[in-house]
């Protein structure tokens, strides 16, 4: 899916069409990111992780759709029962803004070091270690869909739902280090009979919940069954 004037202009229309300000849905040029300052790097990340939840939340539940929703039928025609043009302007927006996040991120580590070794030099490693601590952010943009959950399987017993987005997993895989899921099941196969930490998004509220991977049932895995968004 490539990004295009007309989807800007389209995604924009879109925008003041279900009045919301569309000056919130910011263009960036990640050749600018490297001169930015440690803080400004931080502001950015967050109006990015913002714009994402926005956008995650009017897809879902105005729209009723996921990244992977389909919006042609079986024989190649846009589906009748979906806005398919809002849709499409929605996702490209969200791809636009993920690829502007990794590229966030990816010029913000070499500058919080730089941030940690100066904070190191004014306050002293405990003095760090202790805003460190008071100021850690945690990934907020959910990357899976529940899409089923077995009964009496770890998963229900742990308290997921159908629905319910996933937005960190066993405390570490999130967003954009999850490959394609891959790393969800290799992790519980590395951690058999182990409690897996979540996070998970639920009603625009985020929860935690405990997935024990040593409860004894009928089938196999851990029982559901979710999609990457």
């Given at each position: ?5 007309n ?16 000056d919130?849905?910011?263009e960036?040029?990640?050749?600018d ?38 919006l ?10 979906i ?9 490209v ?8 996040y990794?590229e ?7 500058k ?9 030099a ?5 003095g760090?270690q ?8 945690q ?71 405990a997935?024990d ?17």
């Amino acid at each position: 899916m490539t990004v295009d004037d007309n989807d800007v202009a389209g995604f924009q229309g879109l925008m003041r069409s279900l009045n919301l300000d569309s000056d919130q849905f910011k263009e960036y040029n990640p050749s600018d990111f490297p001169a930015y300052n440690f803080q400004q790097l931080s502001n950015l990340k967050l109006e990015i992780e913002s714009q994402l939840r926005i956008l995650f939340n009017l897809l879902s539940q105005k729209y009723g759709a996921d990244m992977e929703t389909k919006l042609v039928t079986a024989d190649g025609f846009p589906r009748s029962d979906i806005d398919v043009v809002t849709i499409r302007l929605i996702r490209v927006q969200i791809i636009r803004l993920k690829n502007d996040y990794k590229e966030v991120l990816k010029v913000l580590e070499p500058k919080m070091e730089e941030e940690f070794a100066k904070r190191q030099a004014e306050l002293g490693d405990e003095g760090v270690q202790a805003e460190a601590k008071s100021s850690q952010q945690q990934p907020t943009i959910p990357f899976a869909e529940v899409k089923e959950v077995v009964p009496g399987g770890p998963a229900e017993l742990a308290g997921l739902k159908e629905g319910d987005l996933l937005v960190i997993f066993d405390n570490d895989i999130h967003a954009l280090n999850h490959n394609k899921l891959t790393k969800l099941a290799e992790r519980v196969r590395s951690r058999p009979g182990e409690k897996i930490q979540l996070v998970i998004k639920r009603n625009n509220e985020n929860l935690n919940l405990a997935l024990d991977t040593s409860v004894k049932w009928e089938g196999t895995g851990i029982g559901f069954r979710i999609v990457p968004i």
